[in-house]
């Protein structure tokens, strides 16, 4: 209603302040998440970054990005959808690092037409990582076997209930290769002729933001409030983008795809499930979180 006033009131008599709306990106990046742990991905995102896009005589979008990596499929997506809505509306893109962004959080981060860090903050990691666990051992002393029948002898590469076999891992590794490249090629088309020689860069190796500055992998240290401020004046005004919520004002739950007709038990095994999917879901981004001392 108040963007509607504002439309009808002559320019001239409208106040000076600019509003840019601001999205936070926080978390692990991967496909799926759980209801309690939602994790990033462009299915979960599309909708506060369109949103912010929409917003109305905002000369910019603010980012603001808290991310440890992840999946580098959903990191592209998410990248390319900023970069198609900023060509699409016009608007100039600013992401500001918080804690992390690596890996795959800097992928996303690429996406700003500036990138402004904490002098502390975490950046780089330009590589890929795949990382398990071998239980074939741990299965001969409990007395288990295990049986696997495939059509296709790749079928089950680095199975881990089996011995690590030297061509899945060369596999696995011309993959990693292959998707490094692409990485590479991110940061290159976006930081061009910023970028400093320097042979550490593209070996997944991470820095401060302060360092990051030197190495031109961001553009400026500050945070958010002050940066904008500066750049759009003193009246400038921050919108925080929230995700649409449901018709009672709350996201759904892990209630949300239990059927009408469930029962005790059913619900007992919803719970169970979520919860086991939970305690997973967290070690895997705390594994991703704990690389980089946080």
């Known amino acids: 209603m108040r963007r509607l006033f504002n439309r009808l009131i002559p320019k001239s008599l409208r106040g000076n302040a600019v509003t840019i709306p601001v999205v936070r990106l926080s978390g692990a990046i991967m496909a799926s ?16 970054i369109e949103k912010a896009f929409a917003f109305p005589d905002a000369p910019a979008v603010a980012f603001a990005i808290n991310s440890p990596g992840g999946s580098p499929v959903q990191s592209r997506l998410i990248f390319k959808r900023i970069r198609d809505l900023a060509a699409e509306k016009n608007r100039r893109v600013f992401m500001f690092v918080e804690d992390v962004a690596a890996s795959g959080g800097y992928m996303i981060a690429l996406a700003g037409d500036e990138i402004i860090a904490d002098p502390s903050s975490i950046v780089g990691s330009i590589g890929v990582v795949s990382a398990g666990f071998g239980f074939q051992e741990m299965i001969k002393k409990i007395g288990v076997e295990r049986r696997v029948h495939t059509a296709g002898k790749n079928k089950a590469i680095l199975d881990p209930f089996q ?28 930081r061009g002729a910023k970028l400093a020689d320097d042979p550490e860069l593209f070996t997944g190796a991470f820095w401060t933001g302060e360092r990051g500055l030197s190495l031109g992998l961001v553009d400026g240290l500050g945070d958010m409030r002050s940066v904008l401020k500066d750049r759009y ?42 919860a086991a999917s939970g305690l997973i879901e967290a070690a895997e981004e705390q594994a991703l979180w704990s690389r980089y001392g946080l």
């Open 233 to 274: 004046g003193p009246k400038t005004k921050l919108a925080l983008i929230t995700p649409q919520r449901g018709l009672f004002g709350r996201k759904l739950g892990i209630l949300g795809s239990i059927g009408h007709g469930a029962g005790a038990g059913d619900l007992g095994a919803a719970l169970a499930g979520n």
């Open 33 to 48: 998440g759980s209801p309690m742990r939602p994790a990033l991905s462009l299915a979960t995102t599309a909708g506060v």
């Open 163 to 190: 011995p690590e076999r030297k061509e899945d891992v060369e596999r696995l590794k011309a993959l990693q290769l292959d998707i490094h490249d692409t990485f590479i090629g991110m940061v290159k088309e976006r």
